[in-house]
């Protein structure tokens, strides 16, 4: 016979129990065994965590290219010597346009809209 809806939040509480049980006592040996090969071998936090307090960059998406060498320059900071003095839109990267279901609407036809609404009422 199937369960009914209390019998089965009850089965799923103590389901979610067991689970949290095992992570915990999982999670435990493994972190002993961590500290277990951080000794044996005499690993350093920077060997073990390479990236811990290293800030990402966001260097910001290429949006000129040169041509000849496939360097490439966000447009940001001082510009490279292959673009410097010359007309920035011949080394432009040409950027797909976006789906019709990707484009976010534009504020003007949000408010637009928004006015149409109002005038309705």
Same mark, same amino acid.
């Given at each position: 016979?199937?369960?009914?809806?209390?019998?089965?939040?009850?089965?799923?509480?103590?389901?979610?129990?067991?689970?949290?049980?095992?992570?915990?006592?999982?999670?435990?040996?493994?972190?002993?065994?961590?500290?277990?090969?951080? &000794?044996?071998?005499? #690993?350093?936090?920077? $060997?073990?965590? @390479?990236?811990? =307090?290293?800030? +990402?960059?966001?260097?910001? !998406?290429?949006?000129?290219?040169?041509?000849?060498?496939?360097?490439?320059?966000?447009?940001?900071?001082?510009?490279?010597?292959?673009?410097l003095d010359k &007309?920035?839109?011949? #080394?432009?990267?040409? $950027?797909?346009? @976006?789906?019709? =279901?990707?484009? +976010?609407?534009?504020?003007? !036809?949000m408010a637009a809209?928004?006015?149409?609404?109002?005038?309705?009422?």
């Open positions: 016979m199937p369960m009914n809806l209390k019998e089965l939040l009850a089965a799923k509480a103590a389901l979610d129990a067991e689970i949290a049980a095992a992570r915990k006592t999982e999670s435990t040996e493994a972190l002993r065994r961590v500290h277990q090969l951080v &000794n044996e071998f005499g #690993f350093t936090s920077q $060997q073990v965590f @390479p990236l811990v =307090g290293l800030k +990402a960059k966001n260097k910001g !998406e290429a949006k000129y290219r040169n041509p000849e060498t496939g360097a490439t320059w966000t447009g940001r900071g001082k510009p490279p010597a292959w673009i &007309n920035r839109d011949d #080394f432009l990267i040409a $950027q797909p346009e @976006p789906e019709a =279901g990707d484009r +976010a609407p534009y504020l003007a !036809e809209a928004a006015g149409r609404n109002q005038a309705s009422r």
